[in-house]
């Protein structure tokens, strides 16, 4: 008896690169998922030794297929099924520092009052 190839979302999810598989499937959906630099659909089919990139957060993970599954598995047992391919800089992303707006008007309370303008000037370098 042979073993279908799993589906891409239901993949996704076993090897915990999204926290459920309908995030899996609308990540999909979104375009945030390539195979060797094609978008792919939730039903694909994943095939051992393709090439993964998968956007999560800010950080676009890259992984190689090593044995398709698809039942989720433990965090230790991850790496007999995917090797990680991400480069170092890809979660420096994620630790770096947000940048925020330094001063926050609500919208739809118009144009700023001179004192407004004077506290603006005061911040900006």
């Known amino acids: 008896m042979e073993t ?4 891409m ?16 499937a609308t990540a999909c959906l979104a ?7 094609q978008r792919v659909k939730p039903a694909r089919p994943v095939r051992s030794g393709e090439v993964v990139e998968a956007r999560v957060g800010v950080v676009t993970r890259t992984v190689r297929v090593l044995e398709p599954l698809d ?5 230790k047992v991850v790496g007999r099924f995917i090797e990680d391919l991400t480069p170092a800089v890809e979660y420096e992303k994620q630790r770096a520092p947000r940048l925020e707006p330094v001063f926050h008007r609500p919208k ?3 144009r700023p009052t001179k004192k407004d303008r004077r506290l603006l000037d005061s911040i900006q370098p």
Do not use: I, M
């Open 9 to 24: 979302d239901k993949w996704l999810w076993a090897v915990r690169l999204y926290k459920t598989r309908g995030l899996a």
């Open 108 to 110: 739809g309370t118009g």
């Open 31 to 37: 375009g945030h998922v390539k195979v060797e630099g």
């Open 4 to 7: 279908r190839a799993p589906r």
């Open 71 to 75: 039942r989720r598995v433990g965090p």
